[in-house]
């Protein structure tokens, strides 16, 4: 059996500091950002594997934007906290309960950046003190794993682009697990049968559902909608029975579309399942 997994980027932190010009674009992603991979061999668990380091730099400034906007968030609450501990004002305040709120203010993955230290209450006090500062050092180890992700792989004869596409690709998997427990769609569950063959059979046809939905999507690839927006987009759909004031015949008629159904609907040539 085979394999392509991702391992913790301290797990090859040498590699996080190769510069970016050493990396090389493999493909443009469904968002149209740049996805760029630097290939090379490195151990992981006793084993030398081929691995591959990826950059995203829409990633990338969506992981540091979230990054600035905690870390400002958790600033400002040490702030806070610094001055009502500084304030003669309010209860008095022992040294377990201060790092107590100290901890739920700082998020764990920032434990390494932003450090504390909490001084036992002077003499005529009734409050400890609080100091903290970012560790610059960490910060910047921080930073270089914005965007990246450390691929390793038993395949060393597969190309780059491959290596990093399959393992993109393991969202597809998620998403048919998702499907066959979805209750309206293909659910696998609950399976009404007690013989074997009867089992096989009910899964057998929720995996043939699967396909045809997967296959309804690599038809409709071009729209670039996920799984989930083409399904919801394809429900909205609507179709009503109207009736003639004059002759009381009854048509079936298609409910308003927005422009994207409209365009779907054009497409599969849905018209044709109408019942006229």
Not at 230 to 247: C, F, G, T
Request: charged content about 35%.
């Amino acid at each position: 059996m085979s394999f392509v997994g991702s391992a913790k980027t301290n797990q090859a932190e040498e590699l996080l500091d190769v510069p970016l010009s050493k990396y090389e674009c493999l493909y443009k992603n469904s968002k149209g950002n740049k996805i760029f991979g630097y290939r090379t061999k490195h151990q992981f668990y006793g084993t030398e594997y081929t691995t591959v380091i990826t950059y995203n730099e829409g990633t990338y400034k969506l992981q540091k934007s979230t990054y600035e906007t905690k870390k400002s968030r958790i600033i400002d609450s040490l702030e806070d906290l610094q001055r009502r501990l500084e304030s003669s004002k309010g209860k008095e305040r022992n040294r377990s309960s201060v790092e107590r709120e100290v901890a739920g203010i700082i998020l764990k993955k920032y434990n390494s950046v932003i450090k504390y230290e909490i001084i036992d209450a002077l003499e005529g006090k009734k409050k400890p003190q609080l100091k903290f500062w970012i560790d610059e050092e960490n910060e910047k180890k921080c930073e270089k794993t914005f965007g990246k992700n450390v691929l390793f792989t038993d395949k060393q004869k597969w190309q780059t682009k491959k290596i990093v596409k399959t393992y993109n690709s393991k969202n597809l998997v998620e998403d048919d697990f998702k499907l066959l427990n979805d209750h309206l769609l293909v659910p696998v569950g609950p399976v009404y049968h007690h013989k074997d063959e009867n089992i096989r059979v009910h899964v057998f046809l929720a995996m043939v559902g699967l396909l045809f939905y997967r296959y309804l999507a690599w038809e409709i690839k071009m729209y670039g909608f996920s799984m989930k927006k083409l399904i919801e987009k394809l429900s909205e759909i609507k179709i009503a029975v109207v009736q003639e004031k004059e002759s009381k015949k009854s048509k079936i008629i298609v409910e308003e579309m927005d422009t994207k159904q409209a365009s779907l609907f054009s497409f599969l040539k849905m018209e044709k399942y109408l019942p006229y």
